[in-house]
């Protein structure tokens, strides 16, 4: 699986878009983008995926460049509930031996 | 619906003392796996279960194994802890085909 690489630490004022970047240059044609991001010292949460086209869910956008060799999360309007480590992922999804391989992430911290 | 269940939920153990972590997945998924998280790191693959009578090692599977007991259970067992595998170990599971993992809240464990 492809590399990524994410900024230590960002922040982001209550309400205002949060939007964390990650550099994949080395991502192949049948790689996902996925994120995570783990609360405090939970289990990692499921965020959002995409190949080729942006996306958008309940929880955020994921924004892909046209050449995949990097992306961008928005969480819309973050709140302090955000706050959280998030991990940018690049993954085959073929295959049953698919694996999530795990960097140390973006720490966002969502103020006042 | 459950989830992940991990359990115990922590855990103290003394060097050379032997363990065994229970997890179990109510969600019919086909794949299991076994993280540790040492303090500001990000998850690192221990074993995973691709189906049901399968397991592989991961990124850092020395002093571990592990059992798929049925679908359903996966357990990690430390036959001899050391201090350096004092960490939190999360336990995910994933229906082959689909994108999201689910993990489970962790077991906190510290050898002494």
């Known amino acids: 699986d492809a590399k990524t690489t994410q900024p230590t630490s960002m922040d982001c004022a209550e309400g205002r878009a949060a939007n964390l970047p990650c550099n994949h240059s080395?991502?192949?044609?049948?790689?996902?983008v996925y994120w995570y991001r783990q609360i405090h010292s939970q289990g990692p949460q499921y965020i959002i995926h995409g190949l080729k086209n942006n996306e958008t869910n309940e929880m955020a956008s994921l924004i892909i460049t046209e050449d995949r060799k990097s992306s961008t999360l928005i969480l819309p309007h973050a709140t302090l509930r955000d706050t959280a480590v998030y991990y940018c992922i690049v993954r085959d999804n073929t295959g049953t031996a698919s694996k999530l391989t795990f960097g140390t992430g973006t720490r966002l911290q969502v103020t006042l | 619906n459950a989830g992940v269940t991990q359990t115990p939920k922590f855990q103290v153990l003394k060097t050379g003392q032997s363990m065994t972590l229970q997890c179990a997945q109510d969600m019919n998924h086909n794949s299991m796996y076994w993280y540790r998280q040492d303090p500001g790191m990000g998850l690192r693959l221990i074993y995973y279960s691709a189906s049901e009578g399968t397991t592989d090692k991961g990124e850092v599977p020395n002093g571990y194994n592990v059992s798929r007991l049925n679908k359903r259970e996966f357990s990690l067992r430390l036959e001899s802890a050391a201090p350096s595998q004092t960490s939190v170990y999360f336990c995910?599971?994933?229906?082959?085909?689909?994108?999201?993992?689910?993990f489970g809240s962790g077991t906190r464990l510290t050898v002494v």
């Open positions: 080395t991502i192949s044609g049948n790689e996902y």
């Open positions: 995910a599971s994933r229906l082959v085909g689909s994108y999201g993992y689910t």
